[in-house]
């Protein structure tokens, strides 16, 4: 994506069926127009309500339920 972050806190490491899964995040501010997209097919920011209603590959729903649920940036 072209990003260079420091400072990135690990939030959680998840034991998966298939894998483990090390989340990370980090407090910014991006210009979506600005990153350099690799892979799919667009970058967009979402509320919490529209990816709650959101069906996500990988386990990815449950991932971003539990960062919502511990608030970690509060």
């Known amino acids: 994506m072209g990003l260079e972050l420091d400072g990135f806190i690990l939030f959680d490491r998840f ?3 298939d894998r ?3 989340t990370y995040w980090i407090r910014k501010d991006f ?3 600005a990153i350099r997209l690799m892979e799919g097919q667009k970058i967009s920011w979402f509320t919490r309500e529209k990816i709650e ?3 996500l590959a990988f386990s990815f729903n449950m991932i ?3 960062f919502f649920r511990r608030k970690p940036w509060v």
């Open 20 to 22: 483990i899964e090390n």
């Open 53 to 55: 209603k959101l069906k």
């Open 31 to 33: 210009d979506p127009e």
């Open 64 to 66: 971003i339920a539990e």
């Open 15 to 17: 034991e998966l069926s």
